[in-house]
């Protein structure tokens, strides 16, 4: 460069913005996909999409977790499909079947309960493995051998849609915020599949020691707390978008407080969900600023979408969502009231 003395320190930075690819930038992270074999063709699907929207630029790894082996044609159409590796583990049995200790009498008067209900059958109310894969996601995933190289992790489900191009590295906005947990859409849990699940989280921090998380102001525990009842409000993070920091998942606190709910059973006498039990404990264990509403990500899981208001946005973004169907101000979004708390 002609006609500038730059120093060795600033002629290597230069070098380094020069010829440093979004690669060499990557965070140590990695999209993650629990499925059946089943779901071949919806996640290929899927996975299109987050290449286009995503990963093609960025390549980073998917790791796909099942309770039955995958098959030799799962394998080898994912692996033609994803743009960086791709990672097939298997389940060990006792995560992914019923503790000892469930009365399965007991179980199957809640399933009945919930297949029988007045205003019609609660979705999955008699379904076993949806118990096991609400259980596995809220206190397993994270523990399996091949996740644990990696500090962040990406949730995608069969068939969801990234809405717009996602034009930055969200693993390294994630590190570099300094964010734990990232979430698009939130919503309010049908009561009917939880009736225990609050009460036996406070009994849970109580009995740990730590009952003031639940009116901490440094945390998120007004966004799970009614502030005028004290009681749960049903908000919770939709868990089949989540991107996160996976030692988090891995901590002490996190563990001690899934252990104390899962003693309980409540996983199969009730039908307690992966979302409403994963944002009772990230509410409380996280510090303000450690959670990202990531308002500007265009993201569909039926029947709801999160689509940017901003059309100068999603012309930038390429979205082809349209903003009606956006979920955010909705009564049983609880997005907007997030915001509130965060403003
Ligand atoms: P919903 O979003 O609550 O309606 O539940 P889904 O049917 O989408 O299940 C949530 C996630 O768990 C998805 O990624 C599914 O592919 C996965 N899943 C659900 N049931 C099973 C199961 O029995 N076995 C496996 N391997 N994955 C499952
Ligand atoms: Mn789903």
């Not at 930038?25 to 063709?41: H, V």
């Not at 000892?100 to 297949?115: F, H, P, T, Y």
């Not at 693993?171 to 734990?180: R, T």
């Not at 005028?228 to 049903?234: I, L, Q, R, V």
Request: with cysteine; aromatic share 16%; hydrophobic share 30%.
């Amino acid at each position: 460069l002609p006609g500038l003395a730059l120093s060795y320190e600033e002629s290597h930075h230069f070098r380094e913005i020069a010829f440093s690819s979004p690669q060499e930038a990557r965070a140590n992270a990695t999209f993650y996909t629990l499925c059946r074999n089943s779901d071949l063709f919806d996640i290929l699907e899927t996975i299109q999409n987050y290449n286009y929207r995503f990963n093609n630029r960025y390549h980073y790894d998917w790791v796909f977790l099942n309770d039955q082996p995958f098959t030799e044609e799962f394998i080898k159409l994912v692996n033609a499909s994803v743009a960086g590796e791709a990672h097939f583990g298997l389940i060990p049995k006792e995560q992914w079947s019923l503790p000892d200790s469930v009365n399965i009498a007991e179980m199957k008067r809640g399933m009945d309960k919930l297949m029988n209900d007045p205003d019609g059958a609660v979705p999955y109310g008699d379904s076993l493995s949806y118990r096991h894969m609400c259980r596995f996601e809220s206190g397993f995933f994270y523990r399996h051998e091949l996740l644990q190289r990696y500090d962040y992790f990406w949730r995608v489900e069969p068939g969801v849609r990234l809405r717009c191009e996602v034009r930055y590295d969200l693993f390294k906005y994630l590190q570099d915020g300094n964010y734990d947990y990232g979430f698009t859409i939130s919503l309010l849990e049908y009561p009917k599949t939880i009736p225990s699940l609050f009460s036996t989280f406070r009994k849970s921090l109580h009995d740990l020691g730590v009952d003031g998380l639940l009116a901490d102001p440094n945390n998120y525990s007004g966004f799970i707390v009614d502030r005028n009842t004290g009681e749960y409000n049903y908000c919770h993070f939709w868990t089949n978008f989540e991107i996160g920091n996976l030692n988090v998942f891995r901590s002490r606190q996190y563990n001690e407080i899934f252990e104390k709910l899962d003693q309980t059973n409540g996983f199969y006498y009730e039908r307690w969900g992966d979302a409403p039990v994963r944002s009772l404990i990230l509410s409380t264990i996280l510090e303000r600023g450690r959670i990202k509403r990531l308002a500007n990500i265009g993201y569909t899981h039926p029947p709801y979408t999160q689509c940017p208001r901003q059309e100068s946005l999603r012309i930038a973004d390429r979205c082809s969502c349209n903003p009606e169907t956006d979920i955010t101000e909705k009564y049983f979004s609880c997005s907007w009231y997030f915001d509130q708390l965060s403003l």
